[in-house]
């Protein structure tokens, strides 16, 4: 249904249909749904975000308020969706004369409401995995070449997802 509302949205009610069946006809999908766990609900977020950018691209408020939604939900999900802030921050430069600092306000106060949980959990254990994410790539001096290697990972894991969901033949 989501795939059908944005599709439909942004490319008309044939685009969301055929979107629609794709995704839902689609052995590669439905396989790597099934089988990469923490990640089942990236197809959905990545759609809506696809949708907040849009709706940013076209000087909607509305899109900011999504994407406040769609940043708490990071943490839940794959931490790896954070890549995506600054795809959001480019678009909002390029297109400041289209928002207001108030703009921001409603779409700020979901974002916390929305991340109370997180908060809560690390402020109950000192910040543990916050410290732990900042100093990934911060230990024997070797900063960059760690980020480096991290960066490749994802980068190999997300090549890796693709073919399997575009790809793979039912018989493998």
């Known amino acids: 249904i989501s795939i059908y509302y944005v599709m439909a949205n942004i490319y008309g009610k044939n685009s969301g249909r055929f979107a629609a069946l794709i995704y839902a006809a689609s052995y590669g999908i439905s396989n790597a749904e099934r089988n990469v766990v923490p990640t089942t609900l990236v197809f959905l977020w990545s759609i809506w975000f696809l949708y907040s950018i ?11 308020v999504i994407m406040a939604i769609l940043w708490a939900l990071i943490w839940q999900i794959n931490l790896a969706l954070v890549f995506s802030v600054p795809l959001v921050a480019g678009v909002l430069i390029f297109h400041r004369q289209k928002f207001r600092v108030r703009d921001f306000g409603l779409p700020a106060v979901i974002l916390v409401v929305l991340s109370l949980p997180l908060l809560v959990f690390e402020m109950r254990h000192q910040f543990a995995q916050t410290r732990a994410l900042l100093e990934t790539g911060s230990r024997s001096g070797r900063s960059l070449e760690i980020l480096s290697q991290k960066a490749n990972r994802v980068v190999f894991f997300t090549a890796k997802n693709a073919n399997r969901v575009f790809w793979t033949k039912p018989d493998q």
Request: charged share 20%.
């Open 54 to 64: 849009n709706l940013l691209l076209a000087g909607k408020k509305w899109g900011l």
